[in-house]
């Protein structure tokens, strides 16, 4: 069975379409987060077997997060100078959609200036220089031409293939090391170094990813082997090649889904994926604000930064244990009956024994919290004022985890809407009352708010509460397309982990950033591949991870005729 | 493929910039454009049907709403815009309203619109000569759910090179001013030189590294390196304008901002240890600093064109210097609208834009002014809070540039075609641009009257 035919797609007579891309399909009323659009709801494939299917592969950029990386391994800087570059646009919601990315003047201007800064601090430390050349010790006051002319060779013919990950021409070499000459004339020899290392850092060469590909034996393009390498340590690590994916890249072994498979293994099990992953959750839940929520600390005096912080470390210290070490499954995670705290996460959970800033695991009792969605840190940070928002907390819910855009309301419906006003009840269920009585709005709502109505026992800092302003809390419902009612977070979790739309989503979302673009009807057999192997392996999502080497997406390219019709 | 930087400008006279002899392109074109966002419209209807932000009054005899009193000390040259309405705000509420806004298009399937914004058209006409073509900066930008991504809630600016791509702003105010006046005045050092021959070195091999890959691409990627390579020309070239001081361009008073995090919850590297030490507090000061900054890039010649976002569309900073606790967005609608404390807001924007047009009209350029000399374009993404309606658009122009005519209150009741696209192509004509229309045509019918 595919992904199609679990994601029924219903038009409703209030124009409230939703099923997969709907964002798109309902014209060009965007969903409320222009991040969660995507998947293809076209025509399913008639087959997907029998022939190649890569989809698009747009030139790739270093993202913020790639470009630090980088440099920390290629030249030892570990500044985060990166984080000097204005943000990627959202795109595919993960800042690396290839297509929606463009330069602006203050791009290619930053560019310049931390490519300076990276080559000043280079050449500031002789250990630095030494690991791009060791000849650079010997050369100082006195040197001669020939010497500092034979030892910058060493060091561009060593560096160049590092930065940009392929092995390079001699032409290219000696284009680098006319620059330095030229530059040699009225400057040091550090200068001069330093000059190669800003041009490197600004060349396409090692800003974009440029993939050529090589035909196979059957006519298919495939990534060449230092490309599948480069695939592979930016999928994986958020950086380039390592010696061994070089070392593989020479000898051929990624020219195989096996050899691809054998060292997507490898990375994904070393320490280095974590930022990767850490980086993934950080753009699909909503985590990144959470140490810098603005509450009014005389209604929240239990809300500080380091709380915050604390609770965004919680998420990602259960994801990490769930991937890593743990049962390894989404819906685990997700319907968890233990967390993981600090001494100032227990204190607000009101768990007893935990001291310290070490995180460590505890078993809850499942009557107030029970896996990721219940956690404070989730409930907390689509909430961006005092006061709880159900249409926000059920919209992130249903459209970023379970991949159903609601439409925003257009025309005549766009008239009548009005945000309710918080002093017009006692509970969040009688503010946002006209949401249900009204046909108009019940026709969207219906697919929102009884997600976020479920969770009002969080308040807007995720702690627990049976009432609000003196009236207990009814936090009963149902969601169209899930099974019976549900009362509450624990059994929301519940249902929310049981449907099959949780499991899609997931793998959707993991191959839009995995391949840093927004999915297109291009690409309905990779997710259905995907979300099919998803499914049947119980929501695994090391094994989702890994099945992201083995699509045609990841293993070929588009041949010319595809790229440019 | 045309090159937008500088292959067509027309080389003036150093001496234009000078105040005198000047030598017009057109005698009476406009020859800044300042565009000012600030989020969430204003109060049309206090829910008792006063309207707390549209003067009264004739034409040229006019007394300024409670809103707008706070800009009374330039009334002579401002031009209250009312009554129009943002025909082309087509999509999600606020991200609709912030795209249209300058582009005058829809928005396009949850992304953003299908076209450049004004600023940019203008400054491909006004600013090929300067250093830098624009200049966009953000106070307190990326808040909320945009997670400090750029994102259809939060840009105002869009490039004029077929991309149509949102212009990301510079949000820290340090490396604004390093940027804009760190090399104010070098000293004509040989070491200068030699770093700007470095520079040129540098850029040159960069640009001949994307002249070599770019030809084996697929025709998509081949555009993305021409643009990225556009961008660097721009780069090349400004390194051959020096800013030099004269009597009206000074360095602005540098500003202590270390209690300010412009990356306030975009910065995707914080592990929660940076305190955030209340930069809504900072508010205030950082937005003069940024406003005396984007003057003197005016009066210095470093651009002809500037934008500044007061934050973005669902604004999500408090407001500690009013003893407003909550965020814009709340007291606009999130928590039901809240008219007084939305009124204190818009009052407190009125008097930060009252202070930069100030600012402009204070720099003499011998007989008039700077502001004299420019348009400045006051507008948001909704009229109405409570509703996100988008008739009856609270605008303000400022200046005198292509002839504007300010002190006057237009209220445009009855308007045949009250489309907000037909001020867009009002204010292009200004600079010269004779264009009848912009944006997408089925919302603009022909330029607006009554701007001169």
New interface residues.
Partial sequence: MTRHALVASVLLSSGCYVGLDA??ASG????????D?GGSDGGVPASCEGRIHPGSA??RRLT??EY?NTVRDLLGDDT?PA??F?????GNGF?NDA???????????QY?TVAEGVATRVIESPDRLAALAPCTTAIGEGSDAASESTCVRDLVASLLPRAWRRPVAADEID??VA?YQ??RG??TFP?GVA?VV??VL????FL?R?E?GELDDDGNLRPTGHEMATRLSYLFWGTMPDEALFAAAEQGELSNPEGVLAHAERLLDDERSRPMVR?FF??LL?L?????L?R?PVRYPAYT??L???M??EAHQLLAYEIFEGPGTWTDALTAPYTFVDATLAAFYGIEGVTGDAFQKVEQDGTQRLGLLTQAGMVAG?I????T?PV?RGSFIVQKLMCKAIP?P?GDV??Q????????GDTARDRFGKHSQDPVCAGCHRFMDPVGLALENYDAIGQWRDRENDVVIDARGELPGIEGTFDGPIELARAIAGAEATQTCFAHQWASFAYGRTLDDDDACTESHLADAFVASGSDIRQLLLDLTQTDAFLYLPR?SE??P | MLRGAGSIAIALPWLELMGEGRVARAATAAKRFISVYTPGGAVIDDGNGENRWRPTGSETDFTLSPILTPLAPIQHKLLVVDGLAMASAQGEQHQAGIIAWLTGTTQQGGGYGAGPSIDQVIANRVSTNNPMKSLQIAVRWGTGKSHGLLHPINCVNFEDNGTYSPIPPRLDPQSIFDQLFGSLDPTDSADFQAKLARKKSILDYVDRRFESVSPSLGAADKQKLEQHLDKIRELEQSLDDVVMPTAICKLPDEVDTSDYNPTTGLDSADDGSIADVNTDEAIPKVGKFMMDMLVMALACDITSVASLQWSDTEAKHTFPWLGLDQHHHFYQHDGGFRPVECEQIYTWYAEQHAYLLQQLDAVDLGGTTLLDESVVFFGTELAQPPSHDKSNMPFLLAGGGGGLRGGRFLRNEGLADPSHNNLLVAILNLFGDERTSFGDPAFCSGPYAGLT
């Fill in positions: 964002g798109k060009g009323a965007g969903a409320d987060d222009a991040a659009s747009p030139l913020r997060f630090n985060l984080n000097a204005p943000s990627e646009e959202s800042g297509a929606a990315q463009s330069v602006s003047s203050l791009l290619a201007e310049a284009e680098l620059l030229g530059v009225d400057a200068v000059a800003e041009a600004q060349s396409p060469d974009y440029v050529r980086f950080d753009n909503p990144q604000g959470l140490s810098q603005e009014d930064p380091q915050g912080a604390s965004r470390e689509t961006h004022s005092n006061e928002n926000v925003l257009t766009l008239d809407v009005k945000p309710p006003d918080p002093y017009s010319a790229e440019d």
